[in-house]
Nanobody
Framework: QAQLVESGGGLVQAGGSLRLSCAASGRYIMGWFRQAPGKEREFVAHISWAGSSTMYADSVKGRFTVSRDNAKNMVILQMNSLKPEDTAIYYC??????????????WGQGTQVTVSS
């Protein structure tokens, strides 16, 4: 049973940056998802077990970067040029196949990201 803990969310102005971290209890293929109020959970990014392969939603390509530090069992989501529509609860997830959220077995508790205009 994987344990995932996100951190790094907060309030930022449009155009700003935030860095989300996900500490895992082991080494897994990892994904990031987000869910805005009244909307379904959507795929944001995915990184392979070794970190050599990444995948992004079209809405965040060129602005978000996913990386991992396997020595620390940690996955990072660097978010730049943030927009109000990026406002959501962000979740890290482990052991799944992108982009469908239902394929991921383990989930963190989520961290709120709010982007003001």
């Amino acid at each position: 049973q994987a344990q995932l803990v996100e951190s790094g969310g907060g309030l930022v102005q449009a155009g700003g940056s935030l860095r989300l971290s996900c500490a895992a209890s082991g080494r897994y293929i990892m994904g990031w998802f987000r869910q805005a109020p009244g909307k379904e959970r959507e795929f944001v990014a995915h990184i392979s077990w070794a970190g050599s392969s990444t995948m992004y939603a079209d809405s965040v390509k060129g602005r978000f970067t996913v990386s991992r530090d396997n020595a620390k069992n940690m996955v990072i989501l660097q978010m730049n040029s943030l927009k109000p529509e990026d406002t959501a609860i962000y979740y890290c997830a482990a052991d799944g196949v992108p982009p469908g959220p239902r394929s991921y077995r383990y989930w963190g508790q989520g961290t709120q990201v709010t982007v003001s205009s």
